[in-house]
């Protein structure tokens, strides 16, 4: 896959390829390694339309019922709930898979890390757990990342957040942010802390320590690849504490038992290549990559971080959704549409 500005370069790089290598060209991007790019004159949109659909195919899921969350917010996972599985091949093949998925459904990144912990020994709960996210997939066919043009110069911008005390086992949080370039979601990531917070402002505090490691190699990515950036990058928190922390010294006597590379952050801000920024919690759309949401907060954020498709193929995913017999074929005449 080949893509750039210039395409009169494009094509030249392409001929030198062609004089090295036995290639042929295959015209504008539509699928390449599961993801299916769907160009419109606002931008584009990748999927995982087919991917997804032969998941369910294959694990008898295509006509279950779809489900609105990907996971309950009443339901806690535990290592020793249930019998364990007979054949946890098939849990760990699902987890896999859905592993995959995340690459254009942040909206289950949390539900998927929370299952993934389970590999070792899964039970009948974490299979539930895991078909319910299938379910949920049912439902969202066409969600994908939209990606459209930004004006220069463009910025990154952040959302972090923290569940304190969150897995009711080892009372580890499980941090979440998200970046965006401009209105374009590029990164995130939802994952448990290695080490236990002794307080709800230090777990939000890690939580930003990793979002801005991750702005700062973005930022001299971007600034490689010839991008216009505009400084500072703000980074998005709803715990005032962990706010005030990384913009006042004075308050570091008070965290002494913070490790002290999280200070990481405080050296950014005052070097001004961040800034902290407070946000109320019913606006913290990193909340869906820490913890399980209810209903209506679920689709919030979701709309925030996932677009759906165009009417084109979003009026194919109803028709797959609604009709109980489906074939490989008429599927992929819906695609080719």
């Not at 042929?24 to 659909?53: C, E, M, P, R």
């Not at 971080?305 to 959704?321: Q, Y």
Request: proline share 4%; net charge positive.
């Amino acid at each position: 896959m080949v893509t750039g500005s210039d395409d009169r370069l494009l094509q030249s790089f392409i001929d030198v390829l062609g004089r090295g290598f036995d290639i042929k060209d295959l015209g504008n991007l539509y699928y390449f390694l599961g993801l299916q790019v769907t160009s419109h004159n606002k931008g584009v949109h990748i999927s995982q339309l087919k991917y997804a659909y032969d998941l369910l195919v294959k694990h008898d899921m295509l006509l279950s019922k779809p489900v609105s969350t990907s996971m309950s917010a009443k339901d806690t996972l535990t290592s020793n709930d249930g019998a364990l599985l007979p054949n946890p091949s098939v849990f760990r093949e699902i987890v896999g898979s859905l592993q995959y998925l995340t690459i254009t459904h942040p909206d289950i990144a949390f539900a998927v890390n929370s299952i993934a912990q389970f590999m070792s020994q899964p039970r009948i709960s974490h299979l539930i757990a895991a078909k319910r996210i299938l379910r949920y997939i049912k439902g969202s066919f066409d969600h994908g990342l939209f990606f459209g043009p930004q004006h220069h110069p463009t910025y990154l911008a952040t959302y972090a957040d923290a569940n304190w005390a969150g897995c009711s086992e080892s009372r580890r949080s499980t941090s979440g942010y998200l970046v965006y370039l401009g209105t374009n979601l590029v990164s995130w990531c939802s994952k448990k802390q290695p080490t236990i917070a002794r307080s709800n402002a230090e777990s939000d505090y890690r939580s930003l320590s990793h979002a801005s490691a991750e702005t700062t190699w973005l930022a001299y990515l971007l600034y490689e690849l010839g991008a216009c950036i505009q400084f500072p990058i703000l980074l998005h928190c709803d715990n005032l504490s962990a706010t005030y922390m990384a913009s006042n010294p004075v308050f570091h006597s008070r965290t002494k038992h913070i490790k002290l590379d999280y200070h990481f952050v405080r050296e950014k801000v005052a070097l001004g290549s961040h800034r902290v920024c407070f946000i109320p919690s019913i606006d913290q759309p990193a909340d869906l990559l820490t913890k399980p949401l209810h209903k209506n907060r679920h689709v919030l954020f979701t709309r925030k971080l996932v677009h759906a498709g165009p009417p084109s193929l979003r009026e194919g995913v109803r028709e797959i959704s609604s009709t109980d017999c489906v074939t490989k074929e008429r599927f992929s005449l819906l695609n080719q549409n």
